[in-house]
């Protein structure tokens, strides 16, 4: 596994969907089930259905209950997208972690939450480039569009920079890694007093 291939299973996943271009359509088995490779393809993909969703939720012609049911889907999505990074934390820090602790620096942001954003930032690629070639819409728009997506392919190059280099301090021990837990504890109706109190 190299950060180059996981950038390129997001991109896959990201333009996979495109082909479907529905935010019902299940999770293709793309790779082999269970693994890392699938789980990158899959990890995008929750992004990608995501992503549409919250196009959707922003729409003033659908009914409360219709608009309350895709918030309920996006509250879900965000929860598996969370669980995706944190599993692909711990299988990141199995392959890429020397086995002896060398006492290297802990960093704020571990690799796979990292990668995550890059993620992210590609799908703003892939929709600013969709918005620039948009044929119906006016030059102006287009314009603005394509000085975001310059602004958006230079961060691009600074968080695959980033990346390999952080990539490169866990490979060489100087960084500890530390798979980051998000604990939602609002998804949980155990901790979530919203659900336990007054109404449960």
Known sequence: MTLERIL??????????H?????????????????LDQAWYAKAWIDT?????EDEVRRTDLPSDQLMAIKRRID??????????EALD???AALLQPKVAV?????????????????????????????VDRSDAPDAHRTACGLRLD???AQHVDLMTACAGLWAEVVSGSVRYTPYRQFKLYNDPA??????????
Do not use: F, M
């Not at 259905?49 to 969703?53: M, Y």
């Open 8 to 17: 390129a299973l997001l991109e896959a996943a990201i333009e996979d969907y």
């Open 103 to 131: 006492g290297g620096a802990l960093r704020t942001e571990s690799l796979a939450w990292a990668l995550d954003r890059l993620c992210i930032l590609q799908l703003k690629r892939y929709h600013l480039r969709a918005e």
């Open 19 to 35: 082909v479907l271009d529905r935010w019902d359509a299940p999770c293709p088995t793309a790779y082999k089930a269970g693994s």
């Open 76 to 85: 879900a999505l965000n929860q598996e997208r969370t669980n995706a990074v």
């Open 90 to 92: 711990v299988c990141l």
């Open 49 to 53: 259905v995501q992503w549409h969703l």
């Open 151 to 153: 602004a958006a392919d």
């Open 191 to 200: 901790t979530n007093p919203a659900l336990y109190g007054a109404q449960g």
